[in-house]
Nanobody
Framework: QVQLVESGGGLVQAGGSLRLSCAAS??????MGWHRQAPGKQRELVAA???????NYADSVKGRFTISRDNAKNTVYLQMNSLKPEDTAVYYC??????????WGQGTQVTVSS
């Protein structure tokens, strides 16, 4: 059974940092990453990383967020620094497998106060 379990969200002041974690189980995922959805907005890709370590980021988070993964633990991380109020959103972990497509986590709230 495929499962993604997220942790690490919370409330932080602007300029602060948070680290999100997402532990996957059930199969191997070639790509893992994070989307986010703010109130009244569409879900957007934040960052993604392949099993080989290649990553890409949304322009809005480049230089502030860092994605990494531990293939042995099937876990992806998102280190978020210099957080801004506009980063406030529900963050969703996703993982892509060639056979089953995308799997999604339940979402974790990140709130950045000004």
């Amino acid at each position: 059974q495929v499962q993604l379990v997220e942790s690490g969200g919370g409330l932080v002041q602007a300029g602060g940092s948070l680290r999100l974690s997402c532990a996957a189980s059930g199969t191997f995922f070639s790509i893992m990453g994070w989307h986010r959805q703010a109130p009244g907005k569409q879900r957007e890709l934040v960052a993604a990383i392949t099993s080989g370590g290649s990553s890409n980021y949304a322009d809005s988070v480049k230089g502030r967020f860092t994605i990494s993964r531990d293939n042995a633990k099937n876990t992806v991380y998102l280190q978020m620094n210099s957080l801004k109020p506009e980063d406030t959103a529900v963050y969703y972990c996703f993982a892509r497998n060639t056979n089953i497509g995308n799997a999604w986590g339940q979402g974790t709230q990140v709130t950045v106060s000004s």
